[in-house]
């Protein structure tokens, strides 16, 4: 775990975008986040266990997945530049109900909950910071839902290709299966048609 002497331009980017933060505002804040690698197959949030912190992809690509009736459904795709957490039991503290796991060696910049809360407490931009990456989270969900309940198996995995064009290359297709809401026989069947 190494924390940051300064912030980093990818997150800079990102927090500059949400609220109209100055450097010094920054770089206060870099030292409340840390670096940390999450190899392939580990994972950055357990079923079971509360997950007090969120983590900003850099590198690699993990997938958060519930595990219901002793199968494996996968809810998201976590590329870089995409926001990993546990809400409900970052926001609850309770243990969680998915997993967040590393399909491939996976960096992560990643602050806890407690730090976060000084950055609310400290300074109004953090707190709309916040705001914002919830908002998305729970659009993010919606448009998921209506897609699993709108759109046939073609539609879906058409969309899939769209949104995220180099992962049919680098993830096992039981994964995109088990996200595209279809079995992976029928993924088999869609692909060959395409």
């Known amino acids: 775990m190494l924390y940051l002497p300064e912030m980093n331009e990818a997150l800079r980017s990102l927090f500059t975008s949400l609220a109209p933060f100055d450097e010094e505002e920054l770089q206060q804040a870099a030292s409340r986040f840390y670096v940390d690698t999450i190899p392939k197959n580990k994972f950055f949030c357990k079923a079971g266990i509360i997950s007090d912190r969120i983590g900003f992809v ?38 969680a109900i998915e997993n967040i796991q590393a399909i491939e060696d996976s960096e992560m910049t990643i602050i806890n909950r407690k730090s976060l809360h000084q950055l609310y407490q400290n300074n109004w931009k953090w707190q709309q910071v916040g705001r914002i990456l919830t908002e998305e989270y729970y659009v993010n969900l919606e448009q998921r839902s209506i897609t699993l309940q709108s759109q046939t198996a073609q539609e ?26 279809m079995s992976p026989e029928t993924l088999s069947r869609i692909r060959k048609t395409v």
């Open 58 to 95: 850099s590198s690699g690509l993990l997938r958060s997945f519930y595990n219901i009736k002793e199968k494996e459904n996968t809810s998201f795709f976590h590329t870089p530049g995409s926001v990993a957490v546990a809400l409900l039991s970052f926001v609850k503290l309770q243990p």
């Open 156 to 181: 879906r995995y058409s969309q899939f290709l769209e949104d995220y064009p180099d992962l049919i290359k680098t993830v096992p297709l039981h994964y995109i299966a088990s996200f595209l809401g």
